[in-house]
């Protein structure tokens, strides 16, 4: 134990109440202060073990601290490599640049440049929305209805949530929400609607600059776009002028199995903004991919001074090396996608579909249970019974499991048998749950 921590009969939070701000948000729904991390597992100061759903919100696909990545950075550091590159040339970089370009672009012949913004995802959306006003000459931006694309003033403009817009407390401008895939349910092709919208000189909507789309939206609920609408919608933007932004912030890097999510739609976006995991090891980095013929930024027109984290791009390469050099990974993922998937339907089955249903793609998936104060209560039940997994969607009502990529079959299933008991504590019956999991 920590010999700072407070002694017995203290408010072990103390110095959290009283010294950071009200603004804290995932502590309040995991009151414990954590020590330790290893794979898909968090270690209380007390020793409790947590199996953890949340990782870092899709930050730790490789789960924490991956001892393939650990090493890498360990001997980076004791070999006095740099820290803090700005953004000069440096081996650190070099190497990252490399394996991207060898694992990830070359076989998938994607011909992006890379752009460094500062390290966390809304500065990639900053940057991309910034370059593509500067492209086109045009000011507006559509986005979707739940989408969530960070929480700075131009970001926030295309986030869907009031709680965060409110925030901002000045009007955000620039963009034109329109309906997101399924929005008005399985009969309108919101795509059509789009269209539709931009060839009419007097609909109201100027033309864009670009369309910024998640192809799961994670934060606003594990909204899947169908693959036919997202194909739609980029043959719609690039019909109206505008460009194709995939922020595959939270559903890239294998989340949805393949390294990019928008691959199965066989899309080829502008700009794709990534952070979250491309580190690999919960360093903060961000990239904005640029179709070559699209790179129009002047030299440091657009800047930052976090932009060199050699730290991440040594942990990046690693994990490109590691997990992606061959198909197997994403094949693995997919696997245990389909696993997910297979019990959360087991799951949601012994209730009625007005309370339960199961929603996402890939390793995002999770239980809709239809209200935010249901869910609440689920992923507090799980937290007490060592599951760490949080809620997602406008009205937090989607239980949203993002369990580590490599995490291991006997793990997964232990986390969803948690998950599984803290619905049937919630909503269930337990004598019916009883008689369904012995007759099946
Ligand atoms: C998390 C997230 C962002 C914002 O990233 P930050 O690092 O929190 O700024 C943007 N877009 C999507 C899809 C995200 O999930």
């Not at 937290?383 to 406008?394: C, H, N, R, Y």
Request: proline share 4%.
């Amino acid at each position: 134990m920590n010999d700072r921590s407070p002694p017995d009969g203290v408010d072990k939070f103390a110095i959290f109440r009283r010294l950071e701000s009200q603004v804290r948000s995932y502590s309040r729904s995991f009151p414990v202060v954590f020590s330790t991390a290893r794979g898909a597992q968090l270690f209380a100061r007390d020793g409790t073990a947590y199996l953890d759903f949340l990782m870092g919100c899709s930050s730790l696909n490789y789960g924490h601290n991956p001892p393939e990545l650990k090493a890498a950075l360990a001997e980076y550091i004791a070999s006095d490599g740099i820290t803090h590159g700005l953004d000069l040339y440096n081996e650190a970089k070099e190497s990252f640049l490399r394996e991207f370009h060898e694992t990830i672009l070359k076989p998938r012949q994607l011909d992006y440049v890379v752009q460094f913004p500062g390290p966390t995802g809304a500065n990639a959306v900053e940057a991309a929305l910034k370059l593509a006003r500067k492209i086109t000459g045009r000011p507006n931006i559509i986005a979707f209805t739940n989408g969530f694309h960070g929480v700075s003033l131009g970001a926030l403009s295309c986030t869907g949530s009031r709680h965060h817009r409110a925030a901002a407390g000045q009007l955000l401008g620039g963009v034109s929400r329109l309906p997101y895939d399924g929005y008005l349910g399985s009969g309108v092709d919101t795509a059509d609607y789009l269209d539709r919208l931009l060839s009419d000189p007097s609909s109201g909507i100027d033309a864009p600059a670009a369309v910024i789309v998640e192809t799961v939206q994670g934060e606003g609920g594990l909204n899947v776009a169908g693959t036919a609408w997202l194909r739609k919608l980029a043959a719609i933007a690039h019909g109206h002028g505008a460009l194709l932004i995939v922020d595959d912030i939270q559903a890239g890097v294998g989340r949805t199995d393949a390294f990019f999510s928008f691959e199965a739609a066989g899309l080829h976006p502008d700009i794709v903004t990534m952070a979250k995991s491309i580190s690999g090891y919960g360093l903060p980095m961000a990239l904005v991919l640029i179709d070559r013929k699209l790179d129009r930024w002047e030299p440091g027109e657009h800047n930052g001074t976090f932009r060199g984290n050699c730290h991440a791009f040594i942990t990046a390469r690693a994990a490109l090396e590691h997990f992606w050099r061959t198909d197997s990974f994403a094949a693995s993922v997919r696997e245990k996608g389909n696993l997910l998937k297979n019990r959360l339907d087991q799951i949601v089955q012994k209730y009625d579909a007005s309370r339960a249903s199961v929603k996402g793609r890939g390793m995002m998936r999770g239980i809709d249970l239809k209200s935010g104060e249901v869910a609440g209560q689920v992923i507090s039940t799980a937290f007490q019974k060592g599951l760490i997994v949080e809620t997602a969607g406008p009205h937090d009502e989607v239980v949203k499991c993002l369990p580590p990529l490599v995490i291991g079959e006997d793990q997964l299933s232990q986390g969803l048998d948690i998950l599984e008991d803290a619905v049937d504590c919630v909503i269930g019956n337990p004598a019916s749950t009883a008689a369904l999991r012995g007759g099946s």
